[in-house]
């Protein structure tokens, strides 16, 4: 068995073609941690143990390095929502249009959020539901990843681009190109750099503001009245309806929320652009470090309210 720390630098030296890379991922987990309430952040360690550290972060690369063995085969649809929209004339997401045979990130979302908190199942079961919605994180960290929520050409994975003067394509540059650059430059290839940056935005910096409104899970289009929130989804899928494996709101809010930029700012770029040296590069940072703010913020919130009755943030 390999000590967890090997594991974890190993995996982090992995590229990854699927999901935001690792390094998306790791920092999704790591920006959570601090927002854990006491509850969560106890389940949160027990049920990773040593193996992952305790922490979010380094247990948020598993459902990635798993979806590609046999035996995890079955889970490499449950990354994403194929939207068949139309960007960048228009975007939407639909579950009876882009989820119905009821496997995909919004229906995987409901499941493991039902089976983190299902007594019936063991502890590795448990720890399972928690890496897939803690694969759930991922999840809900994918979710905020606009190609995981896109159709056209397999989620750009068909649309070749450059990177730093290498061949790629969009997907891939969308998971990893940008990221590992913008690591290597700002953060001193540390994703716990970069995370404590992104934790002290929400906390006293240019995220403050507007943190309450990722949690809100309501477009902005909703009236107040009849906005949803992260609680009304836990109680309508542990009480209303045990088990439903049906979409709930939020995560289709946030699916909705990460393929709006399939519209407005992903497929911006013309042939043979460097999309990780030009002005792409420099308008698409902005954007994922918030989305990968939004997606640690996010899996804190709905832990919180799973484990401790409430999302105990501002
Ligand atoms: C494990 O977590 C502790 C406390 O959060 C941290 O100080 C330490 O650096 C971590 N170890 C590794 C190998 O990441
Ligand atoms: C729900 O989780 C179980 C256990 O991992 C898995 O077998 C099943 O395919 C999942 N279903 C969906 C829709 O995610
Ligand atoms: C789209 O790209 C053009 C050319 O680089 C730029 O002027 C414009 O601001 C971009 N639009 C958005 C929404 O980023």
Redesign the pocket.
């Known amino acids: 068995m390999k000590p967890?720390?090997l594991a974890?630098t190993l995996s982090a030296l992995v590229p990854s073609v699927y999901g935001w890379g690792a390094n998306g991922h790791m920092t999704v987990g790591f920006v959570a941690m601090p927002f854990l309430s006491p509850k969560a952040l106890s389940f949160v360690q027990t049920s990773l143990g040593s193996t992952y550290?305790?922490?979010l972060g380094?247990a948020a690369t598993w459902a990635d390095e798993v979806r590609s063995q046999t035996a995890f085969s079955w889970s490499a649809p449950l990354h994403f929502v194929d939207a068949e929209d139309n960007p960048p004339t228009s975007c939407s997401v639909s579950e009876t249009r882009d989820c119905s045979n009821g496997e995909c990130i919004l229906t995987a979302i409901a499941n493991y959020t039902t089976r983190v908190v299902d007594q019936s199942l063991s502890a590795e079961q448990i720890q399972e539901a928690l890496k897939f919605l803690g694969a759930f994180m991922m999840f809900l960290g994918d979710i905020t990843q606009p190609l995981h929520v896109e159709a056209l050409k397999l989620g750009g994975n068909d649309i070749a681009a450059t990177c730093s003067g290498s061949s790629s394509n969009l997907h891939a540059v969308w998971d990893s190109g940008i990221i590992n650059k913008l690591l290597a430059a700002n953060y001193g290839n540390s994703v716990n750099t970069w995370a404590n940056t992104l934790v002290t935005r929400i906390k006293t910096g240019t995220y403050k503001s507007i943190a309450s409104s990722w949690i809100s899970c309501s477009s902005i289009t909703t009236p107040v009245s009849s906005r949803r929130s992260i609680e009304e989804d836990i109680f309508d899928i542990l009480v209303l309806r045990p088990r439903a494996i049906t979409p709930l709101e939020c995560p289709l809010v946030w699916a909705q929320d990460s393929n709006a930029f399939d519209c407005s700012f992903v497929f911006n770029f013309s042939a043979g652009q460097d999309l990780c040296t030009s002005s792409y590069f420099t308008n698409a940072v902005p954007i994922i470090e918030q989305q990968i703010a939004k997606g640690g913020y996010r899996l804190a919130a709905w832990l919180n309210v799973l484990f401790d009755g409430a999302t105990n943030l501002p």
């Open positions: 967890a720390y974890f550290n305790k922490s380094p």
